[in-house]
């Protein structure tokens, strides 16, 4: 067919020629548990290191060692950093997938590949590249069973050369990942420079990719997402941690751990926290509950599972209105399988957790610097509002690298809500807990251990009225609930508002496309507004949704235009039909749905080629 | 019009009345175990002099648990969810380390859907009393058995329980718990004197108090009826207990009695029954238990303690004020932190 001659002439000839600078991503298809790790992350922040707006993103198996794995780096001039659909460059590393992983290549990409699997037979229209690894760690690494591990440097060293990524700042790479450890960084060091030197003797370059030195990354630092929710929580000024393991959260209170012994440790050696490892996510949510009652800044991080689990304690606390905080870093549904990949398939169930009447605030990073600040949030919005707040990340945030601008110490205080003391109750005489003395639906409250005969109350889920005496009376249940909801309606105008990003270059003519997408989505949806542009000619406005309850600005988005794409990652559009439950009957019929559900990131070609699609183009 | 003064009532140490003890109107059925436990539970913080402020009651659900509205309302109280009453109350130790926790759980709430929370709850030797109102059925849902009840126990309907009972006591001994005893809501003495006991322990206080159902398990045939129980009970020990605050006027003999001085002072006196029993003994302990269930006896008294094992609380090495109130000076670092935690992460 024509097409394939075309590639074939360009693997050759043309692509060989131009220059494509600053614009590619890289795919590493290794084992699982074979030190690969290293070895992108050092690649990532070679780039990084060079001014190059770069991500990393890992795909891997449920599984400690011996499953195909993938990292697939992509570097961006324009600051791209969501996943990319094409791979450019592909380093095949892993004999097991390297077939599949050729093939599905588009032409003239470039395969990086151990010389034994002969790959360059597979194919006529990619360029390869061709190391014998093994040769050449033998000759760096003389320790035999060190040289699976360091094997994965070498293709640090090529790619580099390939690249044109600087040696200097694969060095200073390398210093950073085995800082403690010399002697690592050294034959890792040799490692990568014989890759490069093999490259720069034995390889001819015939692709098109070029990594250059730019300014666009100075300043910024390289994190996942649920360190920077750590560190967030950590200024929050959290009291108590509990948690059970599971992917992908555990990284979250391991690194909080870590970042509270730091700096959460006095002089006296004495702690201003605890963490607990609970025996199952029903204890943790249960010990975040018992802590935010007793007046601690409580919190746990989770995932489906474990949402799913704490669904009956989640309607306690939205009862007896106690404060918390969880993080939800959503992923693939249940048991084995994708637990290791990325989802945002809770949000329908954690807005309505647990039985009875019920409904939770609900807060959605798209960045790290979010997962930092919303931690602050989280924490006022669960004391100021008596009830859990859960802030929903994934998979691809919380345990993927991520580029962003240093995190601002947070300028709002620490705010403890509506709590009476000692000297509040002298004056007061006593207090009815569950009393709407200030309209906004939410009482008074006191902590355990409040020195005062009239502090104590009893908590219930229920039943009660609002001095909380136990009351099965209709009109008591009745009048709890319509308050609990005066709450909620009040939540409405202290969630964070959304993000709005206008189409910019209309000439003034109203858009009548509008985009709503929320957490991790935001990265695909950026770039592809730019391709719907620029490719088909389709403006769109863009609002990012921040928060649940949904604010004012929502409707008014959707009501500002003629058909509004909800873009998300799950299959039963859970946003939509929240939206669906909020808005005026005729503006339901405005949404459309876009849903992303393979577990993988969120990549802008798949919403472009949708999107103009359903638009006719 | 002339009055005579009324006698001034009797105070505690710490100047209230029993009064300041009491809690809400029952609404338990007349004669339920459970009701002479509350009493029971008011006369020993009384007499302890225990601050109510101080006191956090905890529950999950059932007729036991509905208990804490019947005592000390002047304490905050907590009633969660069936079975889950541990990891509230370890939450709320964890933001208040300065509390005092009982939690009142009852056979159901505990032996069943709550065994998972209560196993790790006594492993972690945190400081809560936990006391099970063990009547061996489940009593709000109209008397269906739990897994307390004995094996050949008889429900009304007859329907005779065929699977062995959880013992809970021997359970908490095994996993870590450091004060273990069972009594009967119908033993004034003993429970008076373990509860004091409780409330000088340091750690975690397992009691289980078998506490007769009037309405659904006190036939002819159960094994948890009053009359069973008075027919039945082997007492290890005559238990009496001294609180730190008053002076042991009372001599011993070594030989026959077992002293046990408790974290804060106070002295706990078990006359020997058994003579060879050993209440620092976990294994001997294990052993006597699983003894009884074969004799068909119900065995009370204090089976186990441990006054010098860490808690939880000590465990974590957290600041000797409550986490719940530190001011943000402490509990947010500072500028300098965060500027040092992104310069790593350049």
Not at chain 1, 262 to 286: S, W
Not at chain 2, 117 to 142: A, C, S, W
Not at chain 2, 284 to 301: Q, W
Request: hydrophobic share 40%; net charge negative.
């Amino acid at each position: 067919m024509a097409t394939t001659d075309v590639a074939r002439q360009d693997a050759g000839g043309q692509l060989g020629r131009k220059r494509i600078v600053n614009d590619m991503s890289i795919q590493v298809a290794t084992v699982n548990g074979s030190g690969s790790q290293s070895s992108n992350t050092v690649l990532l922040r070679a780039i990084f290191q060079m001014g190059v707006p770069v991500s990393g993103k890992n795909l891997f198996p449920s599984n400690i060692a011996g499953l195909p794995t993938w990292y697939t780096i992509r570097a961006n001039k324009d600051g791209y950093i969501g996943r990319k659909k094409e791979i450019d460059f592909l380093v095949a590393m892993n004999p097991e997938t390297a077939q599949d992983d050729v093939m599905s290549l588009d032409a003239g990409a470039s395969v990086l590949y151990d010389a034994p699997l002969a790959l360059d037979r597979l194919r006529n229209d990619l360029i390869f590249y061709s190391v014998p690894y093994d040769k050449l760690v033998a000759a760096v690494c003389p320790e035999a069973k060190l040289r699976k591990l360091v094997k994965n440097m070498v293709y640090v060293g090529v790619v580099a050369q390939l690249l044109t990524i600087e040696m200097a700042e694969v060095e200073k790479a390398i210093r950073k990942q085995f800082s403690k450890k010399v002697k690592a960084a050294n034959l890792n060091l040799a490692a990568a420079q014989a890759g490069f030197d093999y490259a720069k003797t034995n390889l001819e370059k015939r692709g098109a990719f070029y990594i250059e030195r730019l300014n666009e990354t100075a300043g910024k630092i390289i994190i996942d997402g649920n360190s920077a929710a750590a560190l967030g929580c950590m200024f929050a000024g959290c009291t108590v941690v509990t948690w059970y393991p599971i992917t992908p959260s555990s990284s979250l209170v391991e690194t909080m751990i870590e970042y509270m012994k730091e700096h959460r440790i006095g002089p006296d050696g004495k702690a201003t926290f605890a963490i607990v490892q609970a025996e199952d996510e029903l204890a943790a949510i249960g010990m975040v509950i018992g802590a935010g009652w007793a007046g601690a800044r409580s919190m746990t991080a989770t995932a489906g599972p474990g949402i799913s689990l704490m669904s009956e304690f989640s309607g306690l606390a939205y009862y007896a209105e106690v404060p918390g905080v969880i993080w939800d870093i959503q992923r693939v549904g249940p048991s084995t399988g994708l637990p290791t990949r990325t989802s945002q398939g809770d949000i329908l169930s954690t807005a309505f957790l647990s039985h009875g009447d019920t409904k939770h605030i609900m807060l959605i990073p798209c960045s790290v610097s979010e997962c930092f600040s919303m931690a602050s949030e989280a924490f006022n919005l669960a004391e100021q509002f008596q009830t859990l707040v859960f802030v929903m990340s994934d998979l691809d945030l919380g345990m993927n690298n991520w580029m962003s601008d240093p995190f601002e110490y947070p300028t709002v205080p620490i705010k403890r809500g509506k709590v009476l003391h000692q000297a509040d109750l002298e004056k007061l005489g006593g207090f009815a807990r569950y009393k709407d003395l200030d309209g906004d639906g939410v009482g008074y409250r006191t902590l355990p251990g409040t020195d005062h005969p009239g502090a104590a109350y009893f908590t219930r889920g229920s039943g009660h009225n609002d001095r909380s005496g136990y009351s099965e009376r209709p009109d008591d249940y009745e009048n709890n609930m319509e308050r609990l909801n005066r709450k909620f309606e009040t939540a409405r105008s202290f969630v964070p508002r959304p993000e709005i990003r206008k189409a910019t270059s209309t000439g003034g003519e109203k858009v009548k496309i509008g985009i709503i997408a929320y957490g991790t989505s935001h990265w695909g949806i950026i770039e592809s507004r730019d391709q719907l542009r620029n490719e088909y000619g389709i403006e769109t406005d863009y609002l990012r949704l921040r928060a649940y309850p949904f604010t004012r600005e929502v409707h008014e988005f959707i009501e500002q235009h003629e058909r509004t794409y909800v873009v998300e990652q799950n299959r039963d559009a859970q946003m939509l039909s929240l939206l669906k439950l909020d808005l005026k009957p005729e503006l339901i019929t405005r949404l459309r749905s876009i849903a992303h559900i393979n577990g993988l990131p969120l990549d802008a070609r798949s919403v472009t080629d949708e999107l103009s699609n359903m638009e006719g183009k | 019009m002339a009055t005579t003064p009324a006698a001034e009532p009797k105070t505690n140490r710490i100047g209230l009345t029993v009064v300041d003890y009491k809690g809400g109107k029952t609404t338990l059925c007349a004669g339920c175990g459970h009701n002479a436990i509350s009493e029971r539970i008011i006369e020993a913080m009384y007499e302890m002099g225990v601050k109510p402020e101080r006191v956090i009651k905890l529950s999950g659900i059932g007729c036991s648990s509905k208990s804490p509205a019947y005592f000390m309302n002047r304490s905050h109280s907590f009633n969660s969810v069936h079975g889950r009453m541990p990891s509230v109350a370890t939450g709320a130790m964890l933001a208040n380390r300065n509390l005092v926790a009982l939690g009142v759980s009852g056979d159901g709430d505990t032996a069943s859907i709550g065994i998972g929370q209560f196993v790790h709850l006594m492993r972690r030797n945190l400081p809560v009393i936990y006391i099970i109102e063990d009547n061996g059925v489940y009593g709000l849902t109209k008397g269906q058995f739990s897994a307390t009840a004995d094996l050949g126990s008889k429900l009304k309907s007859g329907v005779i329980n065929d699977l062995p009972p959880i013992d809970t006591c021997a359970m908490a001994i095994e996993l870590g718990a450091t004060f273990v005893g069972r009594s009967f809501s119908g033993d004034k003495k003993q429970l008076s004197a373990m509860l004091k006991a409780a409330i000088a322990h340091h750690g975690t206080v397992m009691l289980d108090v078998v506490s007769p159902c009037v309405t659904f398990n006190d036939h002819e045939g159960s094994t948890k009826s009053y009359k069973y129980v008075k027919d039945h009970e082997e007492s290890l020990q005559e238990i009496s207990f001294v609180p730190h605050f008053e002076e042991i006027d009372v001599e011993y003999d070594a030989g026959s009695t077992v002293n046990v001085t408790m974290h804060d002072g106070s002295h706990l006196q078990l006359r020997k029954l058994e003579e060879d029993y050993d209440p620092t003994d976990r294994i001997r302990a294990i052993t006597r238990l699983t003894e009884a269930h074969d004799k068909g006896e119900v065995l009370t008294g204090l089976f186990y303690v441990d006054t010098k094992a860490p808690t939880f609380i000590e465990m974590l090495n957290m600041v000797d004020e409550p986490l719940a109130t530190l001011p943000e000076s402490l509990t947010r670092p500072s500028r300098e932190a965060l500027e040092a935690a992104m310069e790593e992460l350049r």
